[in-house]
């Protein structure tokens, strides 16, 4: 069974609550298990301990941190949900990804930038993007997740390897901060530089 897995301050701005809302709706109608560790607002605690209460062996919820706990499921699930509404950066789903867990992200922030989307057939990607912050869209990506795992198991390794595969270390990102210095210095002695008059339209 594709075990779905959740680390996350539980508040609206990780999106959450339409996790919440989206649950049960995904436990009626699929093949999976939910793992749920975080805290925050009282009453999206109260909704996932509802929903663990409703469905046991279905869903495990730990109200509270512990950095272990956070490890394990990040590694030892099949997906990570980050439905976030904003997200200026993003670490879990980095974690997640060097794990080889492909993440089920919204499209928002720091997470457009470090999650490719799958795309079927190709090889590409790793992960899973949604735009709309709705329960409808978490519901649909998640269903294109189970039926990735379930009916596609070549290319949901695929995602685990290119996850897996991708650096996010500080070389890679001086790197790319250098590039992008020498292509302002550049920009600028360009515009610098006098204008001949023999270049001048006649």
Known sequence: MAVFGVVSRLASQKGLDLLAEALPHVLQRMHVQVALLGSGDPGLEHLFRDAARRFPGRVGVRIGFDAKLARLIQAGSDFFVMPSRAEPCGLTQLYAMRYGTPPIVRATGGLVDTVEQFVEGTGRGTGF??????????????????????????????????????????????????????????????????????????
């Open 129 to 202: 993007k949604f735009d709309d912050a709705t329960a409808l869209a978490v519901y649909n990506t998640i269903g294109w997740a189970c039926a990735t795992y379930y009916d596609r198991p070549d290319e949901y390794r695929q995602l685990r390897l290119n996850g897996m595969a991708r650096d996010f270390s500080w070389d890679t990102s001086a790197a790319a901060y250098e590039n992008v210095y020498a292509w302002a210095v550049a920009e600028r002695l360009s515009l610098s530089q006098p204008v001949r008059p023999s270049t001048l339209a006649r």
